[in-house]
């Protein structure tokens, strides 16, 4: 069974822009979650999608924002982007939430 | 929130010995405590987890224990070998229908060294 992906895997944008990134859960999870990643902050929880349904939400901006589709792939999107957005965005994917969620590669996220 | 502290934040033991992490959480509602391994440059992986109705869980040389009473868990490695050199987090999370996110300690990087 092929693992969770992510694209891109590298991106580097400017200061003000925006920015959406993809991920693609093991097939047959449902429930997505998105976390960042920094050398200051750790693992930081975003946010989690179910059924195209966000969930929970961790204490980010609401510049930070996502969606799920139907066939359980998620995008997240920054906007506005900041210095400080500089990251390494990592999704993970489980069965339906509350079990082994296994996370993908991540996208690194460079704001000049 | 959930806060979850680890500790040590580095960890350097001899090739054979064995490695304890320990974590605390302050939710007394958190009911599912996996633990992740990250090598340099790779995702993290999951590498063993224990759910709140269960006081000991083992997979070979690695074995994870709870105390909901003092509310921490700890990770324990056997004999270790230098590939299990890397950063490894803990993590704390409510798991309910109404959907779950996991909190993560700020990790313990773990050297052995042959």
């Known amino acids: 069974k092929a693992g969770v992906t992510q694209t891109p895997r590298y991106l580097i944008k400017t200061r003000g822009q925006q920015v959406t990134l993809s991920c693609s859960p093991i097939?047959?999870?449902?429930?997505v979650s998105w976390y960042q990643q920094t050398p200051g902050q750790g693992l930081q929880f975003l946010f989690e999608y179910f059924s195209e349904t966000q969930r929970n939400k961790g204490n980010f901006p609401g510049r930070f924002s996502g969606r799920q589709f139907s066939n359980s792939r998620s995008e997240m999107n920054v906007s506005t982007l900041e210095l400080g957005d500089s990251a390494l965005y990592l999704c993970?994917?489980?069965?339906?939430?509350?079990?082994?969620?296994?996370f993908g590669p991540g996208t690194r996220l460079t704001v000049t | 929130g959930e806060n979850v502290e680890q500790h040590p934040s580095t960890l350097s033991v001899q090739e054979g010995d064995s490695a304890v992490i320990k974590c605390t959480y302050s939710d007394s509602a958190s009911n599912y405590f996996p633990w992740y391994k990250q090598e340099l440059g790779k995702r993290p992986q999951l590498i063993i987890d224990?759910?709140?109705?269960?006081g000991e869980k083992k997979d070979q040389r690695i074995a994870v224990t709870l105390n909901k009473t003092a509310k921490h868990f700890s990770l324990h490695i056997t004999e270790t070998q230098p590939e299990d050199s890397a950063v490894y987090f803990c993590?704390?999370?409510?798991?309910?229908?109404?959907?779950?996110?996991?909190?993560f300690g700020k990790g313990t990087s773990l050297l052995v060294t042959p």
């Open positions: 993970a994917s489980s069965l339906a939430g509350g079990t082994e969620q296994y």
């Open positions: 993590a704390a999370s409510i798991g309910s229908n109404s959907g779950y996110a996991l909190n």
């Open positions: 224990i759910r709140s109705n269960v």
């Open positions: 097939s047959g999870h449902r429930s």
